[in-house]
């Protein structure tokens, strides 16, 4: 069942919220209010902090990915703190499997998921374009 209701209303709803159906059904609903879409993922790749103490490449899964960044889950234990800057390197589950190597900048950290915005905006590929609509 889909049911709509006005944006002027939706902020008043809180991220997670019960909803009580006429049949008195209840259940929980996730509002997200992102301005881009993330597609949820599960890619395996790799990453290296872009700092002297860590010259070498070490263990990731990207989690979910959109056209201005990725969040991932590290593999090993690593202490990045927002603004820090790290070098990621993993392939798309797409037909051609892409390879991304890009810069991020780290935007957030809560435990060891990583929330990052690729370094370079504006300019998204023509295969990470299409598969985030995929």
């Known amino acids: 069942m889909k049911k709509t209701f006005p944006l002027d ?23 997200n209010f992102r301005d881009n879409l993330r597609k949820k993922v599960i890619l ?3 990453y290296m902090p872009i700092s002297p103490e860590a010259p070498t490449w070490m263990l990731m899964t990207v989690e ?7 969040g991932l889950r590290l593999k090993e ?3 990045f703190k927002a603004g820090d800057m ?24 809560t ?3 990583i ?7 504006g300019i998204i590929e023509e295969d990470l374009a299409r598969y985030l609509m995929s």
């Open 111 to 113: 435990g060891d998921i």
């Open 44 to 46: 395996s790749g790799k």
């Open 86 to 109: 790290l070098r990621v390197n993993f392939n798309l589950d797409n037909q051609n499997q892409t390879m991304i190597d890009k810069k991020l900048f780290v935007r957030r950290v």
């Open 77 to 79: 234990p690593f202490q």
């Open 9 to 31: 209303k939706s902020k008043q709803i809180k991220p997670n919220t019960v909803i009580h159906c006429k049949c008195d059904y209840r259940f929980m609903v996730t509002v």
């Open 115 to 121: 929330g990052c915005e690729f370094a370079i905006q």
């Open 64 to 70: 979910n990915i959109s056209r201005i960044g990725i």
